[in-house]
């Protein structure tokens, strides 16, 4: 049965769009719901039902000393595959000889946005879960299909939730992917959307809590939040994640980065060359999956959703700074056989989820963490992923949250 409604949502996957307009919901809601913060907004239900979701995009203004790349667009795949491999080559120094120093970066740019809450048609402002994907996909990583959604999760416990396509993915803007494409701009960004929640800009609702629930390159992004805006969140949950970057080379060579518009010409004609996407569906699976845990279609959902990620955010990736005043509880939640984060065993040659805390959040007031058995990467892909929902829930509510 779960393999048969994920071969449906597959068919689907091509013409569905995080922006799909429909108004089929089980219950009306207050026009101001929608009409708050939201441009040409729609209203649907997520992946399994379980929420009524907002569609649209909202006009971020933000700021950011992002580095300036002493770098042309690439003029074809064999430059692309060239830059990365001398970016992953050992003791490379490519990444600094391109650093030009700081690139003070402004604009408005259209996030595309969703904001989920329980089909009761009630919208609770006491807490919302802010939801950030990580490279490679959009925000549907939250609610994909119908059993692999978080969003669907959390409104049966009845929560409210907030994710977006980060700046050069899905519907959202696709500005400069190496001056502007940056994660300094992604993590301004993010506190920029989250000032418009707390203060009752979108959805005509106020929120009193807000809490960093955040995957692989969103957890880089939030990391730099709770880093520069210490208050922000009231907890984050940190998934894909840990405090060393050994594996990531590896990994990020399995995906083997190509020019987006020549992988997938019907889906990104136009774009530039720096706008890179995974090569293969093998590839994707070495960086994301592990076997036997995962349905074969899922993993065939997951290459038709691929989606680009910038040539400006491998090129300056760099370890997290320490959140040194960010005193809220803090989770980690991986897959036992994380590829990039892990080199592919999290409890080797210790639990590494567990180092997070002291290693990046030494003033948390309260920390956890958990590891799903069979897991790779993408831990929303994975039959373990509802065991895993169900300890960031528990977390949430020892949390007072």
């Keep these: 049965m779960r393999t048969t409604m994920l071969l449906a949502a597959l068919t689907l996957s091509l013409s569905y769009a995080f922006a799909a307009p429909t108004t089929e919901t089980p219950v009306q809601i207050p026009e101001s719901y929608y009409r708050n913060g939201f441009k040409n907004a729609s209203v649907q239900q997520s992946a399994g039902g379980k929420a009524i979701c907002i569609t649209g995009i909202i006009d971020v203004t933000a700021a950011a000393n992002n580095t300036l790349l002493k770098l042309e667009e690439p003029a074809n795949q064999t430059v692309v595959t060239e830059l990365v491999t001398e970016l992953l080559q050992v003791n490379s120094t490519l990444s600094e000889r391109l650093a030009g120093g700081i690139n003070p970066i402004s604009g408005t740019y259209g996030i595309n946005s969703r904001l989920c809450f329980p089909n ?80 009752g800009d979108i959805a005509d609702s106020a929120f009193k809590h807000v809490v960093a629930v955040v995957h692989s390159f969103g957890s880089f992004n939030i990391a730099g939040v709770t880093a520069s805006h210490s208050t922000d969140f009231d907890a984050a949950i940190f998934t894909g994640f840990s405090a060393s970057m050994a594996g990531i080379p590896v990994g990020e060579a399995t995906l083997d980065p190509s020019i987006a518009s020549e992988n997938q010409p019907r889906r990104f004609a136009g774009l530039s060359n720096s706008y890179l996407v995974t090569n293969t569906i093998q590839g994707l699976q070495s960086f994301f999956f592990r076997a036997p845990g995962f349905d074969s279609a899922i993993l065939s959902l997951a290459e038709a959703k691929k989606q680009t ?31 990039p984060n892990c080199y592919g065993n999290c409890l080797y040659p210790e639990n590494l989820a567990a180092q997070v805390k002291d290693a990046l959040f030494p003033a948390a007031r309260n920390s956890s963490n958990y590891l799903a058995p069979g897991t790779g990467h993408g831990l929303n892909f994975h039959y373990s992923a509802d065991a895993a929902y169900a300890h960031i829930h528990e977390f949430l509510k020892e949390n007072g949250l």
Excluded at 163 to 182: E, H, K, M
């Design 120 to 199: 009761n048609g009630t919208i609770d402002d006491n807490t919302i879960q802010f939801l950030v994907h990580g490279a490679g996909f959009d925000g549907t990583y939250w609610d994909l299909a119908p059993d692999y959604s978080y969003v669907d999760f959390a409104a049966e416990q009845g929560y409210t939730t907030f994710f977006y396509d980060r700046l050069g993915t899905g519907f959202s803007n696709r500005p400069d992917a190496i001056q502007t494409v940056q994660l300094p701009m992604h993590t301004e960004i993010a506190h920029e959307l989250v000032k418009l929640l707390r203060h």
């Design 309 to 339: 990620f910038g040539l400006g955010e491998m090129l300056t990736l760099a370890p997290p700074r320490v959140s040194t005043e960010f005193t809220g509880p803090v989770d980690v939640v991986n897959g036992l056989n994380d590829l």
